[in-house]
């Protein structure tokens, strides 16, 4: 089944503590990135990447890291998570920056205390 | 003013009408999606437009380019049907640099349909 597999679904953290939210795609897509979404403000992108070893920051980038060293994982990375961050992260890949629809994962819900 | 504009943002149906979701953009664009999101998070591409009109079983989407306006259709709704509904567009390659390929998304309506 294509798919595009997040985890964890749920995670608690505390302020400070490195944490990695891992996404994998099995369609060979190129084109992967990611979204957080808050009340009121809708889903916002944090990381895109066209294709391996190419990543760029999106709207909110900050206190985010991602990297692509296989074209079918993106992790995000957050070195040093702050309560601003709590939200529900979504990855997503589509077939490439160019066209074709995006597959989304099944979300993170974060939080920071 | 947003890029990408949903209405309404809330609607309650009875069940058995006929839903009508509008998006309008004024970016230049190379797709629009329309997106549901149900109660617990996970979402789900439902259509991607980029000309014309598409139809999969009881949702119907449309797309008018000149009019940067699109409309999500939902015919005898169902209590199943309530979620968010969200309008995404991808930036055409002449929005140029980072901007090409990006999405942007609505805000959502919220639709919740009653038995």
């Known amino acids: 089944e294509a798919q595009v597999t997040q985890n964890p679904r749920y995670l608690i953290t505390v302020t400070g503590k490195k944490l990695t939210v891992t996404c994998s795609q099995n369609?060979?897509?190129?084109?992967m990135s990611w979204y957080r979404q808050d009340p009121g403000l809708g889903l916002r992108q944090i990381y895109y990447s066209m294709n391996v070893e190419v990543t760029d920051k999106g709207d909110v980038p900050e206190g985010y890291k991602v990297s692509r060293k296989e074209k079918r994982n993106f992790p995000l990375i957050l070195e040093s998570p702050s309560p601003n961050q709590t939200s529900l992260y979504f990855c997503a890949s589509s077939l490439s920056r160019a066209g074709g629809g995006y597959t989304f994962g099944s979300g993170t819900r974060l939080t920071v205390v | 003013k947003n890029e990408v504009e949903q209405s309404p943002q809330n609607l309650t149906a009875q069940e058995g009408e006929f839903i009508t979701i509008n998006c309008s953009y004024s970016v230049g664009i190379s797709a629009l999606h329309w997106l549901q999101q149900h109660p617990g998070g996970g979402i789900v591409s439902l259509f991607m437009l980029s000309s014309g009109k598409k139809k999969h079983g009881r949702l119907i989407a449309t797309i008018n380019i000149q009019e940067k306006h699109s409309s999500l259709h939902i015919t005898a709704s169902h209590p199943r049907d309530s979620a968010v509904y969200i309008c995404?567009?991808?930036?055409?390659?002449?929005?140029?640099?980072?901007?090409?390929?990006?999405?942007?998304f609505g805000q959502g309506t919220i639709l919740t349909v009653h038995p």
């Open positions: 995404a567009v991808r930036n055409a390659p002449n929005a140029g640099g980072t901007s090409y390929g990006k999405l942007t």
């Open positions: 369609m060979n897509h190129e084109y």
